[in-house]
């Protein structure tokens, strides 16, 4: 491409750039030049030539390939809303930068699983078929009145099944289907990293997860973690930190009081009888007065308002001052006041929180002192009261119950036990005595169920299953008490488990969450090429259509009024 033009038609072919719209596409022609550095009045100026730019082209044709509409505009500050999702992709390098570091991440873990690790990766049908896993699915009508697929809500019976067919070890980049309120920053469709070993345990899961999410680390941010992950069981992470995915960073762990608290006390915090009460520490500031002010802003702010509304009792909110009484301790009781003083390490400014809870067993994800924690964490952070916590605290937290109260509204297994499974129906209790307690104590059962936690989210989850085919059923039928109808839908599942099927665990980590907590970003949309809106709809494409009348027809579906 010799440049035989002219100064003038160099000069034309200038105004012709400078003529076209930005952003419109072109092709061009030139003749790529070794940039020369202008000289440079200083070295830091010498360094940032040398970034822009070594080579330069001279321009001697510039042709279009497409227009850019003027009723487009865009200029520094456009800010392109969700319909114009393409253009947020376009403008936003961030968000172009985080699907290449999606993708790169998801190189990784394949090379370090499939070429390190003997994994094999196998795609399982999306066109699955309704079974009570546990969430809601999505169902796909078929052209037989009356028949449906459903999405899967995860690979998890097909991978159980290719534990039976003689694949030692199972994984796929998997695309998940859940039909869930979608508030908590959860899409209904999204991927996980699903991986299952047989003859295996739930040790030997997490021995290898753990070993290919530090090198994850390792090699996307250079960070190394040489400690093993800490574990913690259900049981602790619930009672210390008021979560079962705790962030351990914040510090502020849980202590029980009640026994040191004098009754008129508990009376006033709450209506419970006979209640749990728990206290907390936040080094909020070291200026009481300051304290009382982070206090009441959080009082006024709309985050205080679950807490306030608590059935259970009110949060009671103290300020460690040593110019009061007892260091404003003083409803507390003297002893109470001088050992809750020594315990918690109490100096001025110091938040003391105090909140009562039924005295019963752990259930759920959080407790309402475990959200308190977290919300006046948030909000001392969000008023520049303490600095954001940084860096990666990672946890694997054990021994789930393996049931738990069923929740209205929520799919479950629907049986009629009252409860349904923490993690899902194939999970295997721990132990030989958990195996007992199925026949005694169902509630009582822990399961072989761990998930992996860092900085406060669950990256993911797993177990080991049961791979005995009586115990399995024994599990749906006696203990869950699924209906004869339900249990039919697990048939496939018995049947695979009674060929001689063996010990078998595995996994999942969310891969779009696991993304999104590497990038320090708050939503996984910002991770996503085509996230779906908080009402489950792809605004660009205007999803999902309602259905017309032919399509209606084709399915052999009615619309109810
Ligand atoms: N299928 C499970 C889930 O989606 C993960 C697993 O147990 O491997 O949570």
Same mark, same amino acid.
């Given at each position: 491409?010799?440049?035989?033009?002219?100064?003038?038609?160099?000069?034309?072919?200038?105004?012709?750039?400078?003529?076209?719209?930005?952003?419109?596409?072109?092709?061009?022609?030139?003749?790529?030049?070794?940039?020369?550095?202008?000289?440079?009045?200083?070295?830091?100026?010498?360094?940032?030539?040398?970034?822009?730019?070594?080579?330069?082209?001279?321009?001697?044709?510039?042709?279009?390939?497409?227009?850019?509409?003027?009723?487009?505009?865009?200029?520094?500050?456009?800010?392109?809303?969700?319909?114009?999702?393409?253009?947020?992709?376009?403008?936003?390098?961030?968000?172009?930068?985080?699907?290449?570091?999606?993708?790169?991440?998801?190189?990784?873990?394949?090379?370090?699983?499939?070429?390190?690790?003997?994994?094999?990766?196998?795609?399982?049908?999306?066109?699955?078929?309704?079974?009570?896993?546990?969430?809601?699915?999505?169902?796909?009508?078929?052209?037989?009145?009356?028949?449906?697929?459903?999405?899967?809500?995860?690979?998890?019976?097909?991978?159980?099944?290719?534990?039976?067919?003689?694949?030692?070890?199972y994984v796929q980049f998997a695309k998940c289907f859940r039909d869930e309120d979608l508030r908590a920053?959860?899409?209904?469709?999204?991927?996980?990293?699903?991986?299952?070993?047989?003859?295996?345990?739930?040790?030997?899961?997490?021995?290898?997860?753990?070993?290919?999410?530090?090198?994850?680390?390792?090699?996307?941010?250079?960070?190394?973690?040489?400690?093993?992950?800490?574990?913690?069981?259900?049981?602790?992470?619930?009672?210390?930190?008021?979560?079962?995915?705790?962030?351990?960073?914040?510090?502020?762990?849980?202590?029980?009081?009640?026994?040191?608290?004098?009754?008129?006390?508990?009376?006033?915090?709450?209506?419970?009888?006979?209640?749990?009460?728990?206290?907390?520490?936040?080094?909020?500031?070291?200026?009481?007065?300051?304290?009382?002010?982070?206090?009441?802003?959080?009082?006024?702010?709309?985050?205080?308002?679950?807490?306030?509304?608590?059935?259970?009792?009110?949060?009671?909110?103290?300020?460690?001052?040593?110019?009061?009484?007892?260091?404003?301790?003083?409803?507390?009781?003297? =002893?109470?006041?001088?050992?809750? #003083? &020594?315990? @918690?390490?109490?100096?001025?400014?110091?938040?003391? !929180? /105090?909140? +009562?809870?039924?005295?019963?067993?752990?259930?759920?994800?959080?407790?309402?002192?475990?959200?308190?924690?977290?919300?006046?964490?948030?909000?001392?952070?969000?008023?520049?009261?303490?600095?954001?916590?940084?860096?990666?605290?990672?946890?694997?937290?054990?021994?789930?119950?393996?049931?738990?109260?069923?929740?209205?509204?929520?799919?479950?297994?629907?049986?009629?036990?009252?409860?349904?499974?923490?993690?899902?129906?194939?999970?295997?209790?721990k132990t030989a005595e958990d195996v007992d307690l199925l026949l005694t104590d169902p509630a009582a059962?822990?399961?072989?169920?761990?998930?992996?936690?860092?900085?406060?989210?669950?990256?993911?989850?797993?177990?080991?299953?049961?791979?005995?085919?009586?115990?399995?059923?024994?599990?749906?039928? =006696?203990?869950?008490?699924?209906? #004869? &109808?339900? @249990?039919?839908?697990?048939?496939?599942?018995?049947? !695979? /488990?009674? +060929?001689?099927?063996?010990?078998?665990?595995?996994?999942?980590?969310?891969?779009?969450?696991?993304?999104?907590?590497?990038?320090?970003?708050?939503?996984?949309?910002?991770?996503?090429?085509?996230?779906?809106?908080?009402?489950?709809?792809?605004?660009?494409?205007?999803?999902?259509?309602?259905?017309?009348?032919?399509?209606?027809?084709?399915?052999?579906?009615?619309?109810?009024?």
């Amino acid at each position: 491409m010799a440049s035989n033009k002219t100064s003038s038609e160099e000069g034309s072919v200038f105004e012709k750039l400078g003529g076209l719209n930005i952003e419109t596409p072109v092709a061009i022609e030139g003749k790529i030049k070794t940039r020369k550095a202008k000289a440079s009045s200083s070295k830091a100026e010498e360094g940032a030539v040398q970034q822009v730019a070594e080579v330069e082209i001279e321009l001697t044709k510039v042709s279009p390939l497409n227009h850019f509409p003027k009723d487009i505009m865009i200029t520094q500050d456009s800010v392109f809303s969700a319909e114009q999702r393409h253009l947020q992709l376009r403008m936003e390098k961030s968000l172009r930068d985080a699907l290449a570091f999606r993708s790169k991440a998801a190189s990784i873990l394949r090379t370090e699983l499939c070429e390190g690790k003997d994994f094999v990766e196998i795609e399982t049908p999306l066109l699955f078929k309704s079974t009570p896993e546990g969430a809601r699915e999505f169902l796909v009508p078929t052209r037989t009145p009356g028949l449906a697929y459903a999405l899967p809500q995860s690979p998890q019976q097909y991978k159980q099944i290719l534990m039976a067919s003689g694949i030692p070890r199972y994984v796929q980049f998997a695309k998940c289907f859940r039909d869930e309120d979608l508030r908590a920053d959860r899409q209904p469709e999204f991927t996980q990293v699903d991986l299952e070993m047989s003859f295996a345990t739930g040790e030997d899961v997490m021995t290898t997860v753990e070993a290919v999410v530090k090198t994850l680390w390792q090699k996307l941010l250079g960070i190394s973690h040489e400690e093993p992950f800490p574990r913690l069981s259900y049981e602790d992470a619930m009672s210390t930190y008021g979560s079962d995915k705790p962030d351990v960073r914040l510090g502020s762990k849980i202590s029980r009081v009640e026994y040191m608290l004098p009754v008129d006390l508990i009376r006033k915090i709450g209506p419970l009888h006979d209640p749990i009460v728990e206290v907390l520490k936040i080094p909020i500031s070291a200026d009481a007065k300051e304290t009382r002010g982070f206090v009441t802003k959080f009082m006024d702010s709309p985050a205080a308002k679950p807490f306030n509304e608590n059935p259970e009792g009110q949060p009671g909110i103290f300020i460690c001052d040593p110019r009061k009484p007892l260091s404003g301790l003083s409803v507390f009781g003297f =002893e109470a006041a001088e050992t809750i #003083e &020594e315990t @918690l390490d109490l100096e001025e400014g110091d938040l003391v !929180v /105090l909140q +009562a809870r039924k005295n019963a067993p752990h259930a759920g994800g959080s407790t309402p002192l475990g959200n308190l924690r977290l919300a006046l964490h948030k909000f001392a952070v969000q008023h520049n009261y303490m600095p954001a916590p940084q860096g990666f605290e990672f946890l694997w937290i054990t021994d789930f119950p393996l049931f738990s109260p069923s929740v209205a509204n929520e799919p479950g297994q629907g049986g009629a036990a009252g409860f349904s499974s923490t993690h899902h129906p194939f999970t295997a209790p721990k132990t030989a005595e958990d195996v007992d307690l199925l026949l005694t104590d169902p509630a009582a059962v822990k399961a072989e169920h761990y998930d992996l936690v860092v900085n406060g989210v669950e990256l993911g989850g797993g177990s080991r299953r049961i791979h005995s085919a009586a115990m399995q059923q024994f599990v749906l039928r =006696e203990v869950l008490k699924m209906s #004869e &109808e339900r @249990l039919k839908d697990f048939d496939h599942l018995i049947e !695979v /488990l009674r +060929a001689g099927c063996p010990p078998h665990a595995g996994m999942a980590l969310g891969f779009d969450r696991l993304i999104a907590v590497m990038l320090g970003k708050e939503s996984v949309r910002d991770v996503i090429a085509f996230p779906k809106s908080g009402r489950g709809e792809d605004l660009l494409v205007k999803s999902p259509t309602r259905m017309t009348e032919d399509q209606l027809k084709t399915y052999h579906l009615k619309l109810r009024e």
